[in-house]
């Protein structure tokens, strides 16, 4: 079992950058590979980011590519999206994921709005 807490969302202007934190809590937080999705209004949820259990591999959505960085400190048990260059169209709520198996733990949702 693992709790997920998300923060740092908020609104920002076009251009601009927020990072996101997700804090982990439960079972040890290193055995699990972690995932960002975030979810558009009135669109289906979508992956974002994808971050290895060491941090050693890592792979994002081509939307996002270059502009965001996704990572990790399991000595604090937090997953991060840093998020650069941002676009109106990333405006959607945040959500950090893992998986052990056939379980899936989600957060709560961080709401990132950008502004034109």
């Known amino acids: 079992q693992v709790q997920l807490v998300e923060s740092g969302g908020g609104l920002v202007q076009s251009g601009g950058s927020l990072r996101l934190s997700c804090a982990a809590s439960g079972r040890t937080f290193s055995v699990y590979a972690m995932r960002w999705f975030r979810q558009a209004p009135g669109q289906e949820r979508e992956f974002v980011a994808h971050?290895?259990?060491?941090?050693?591999?890592?792979y994002y959505a081509d939307s996002v590519k270059g502009r965001f960085t996704i990572s990790r400190d399991n000595a604090k048990n937090m997953l991060y999206l840093q998020m650069n260059s941002l676009k109106p169209e990333d405006t959607a709520v945040y959500y950090c994921?893992?998986?052990?198996?056939?379980?899936?733990?989600w957060g709560q949702g961080t709401q990132v709005t950008v502004s034109s």
């Open positions: 994921y893992t998986h052990m198996g056939p379980a899936e733990y």
């Open positions: 971050i290895s259990r060491s941090g050693g591999d890592i």
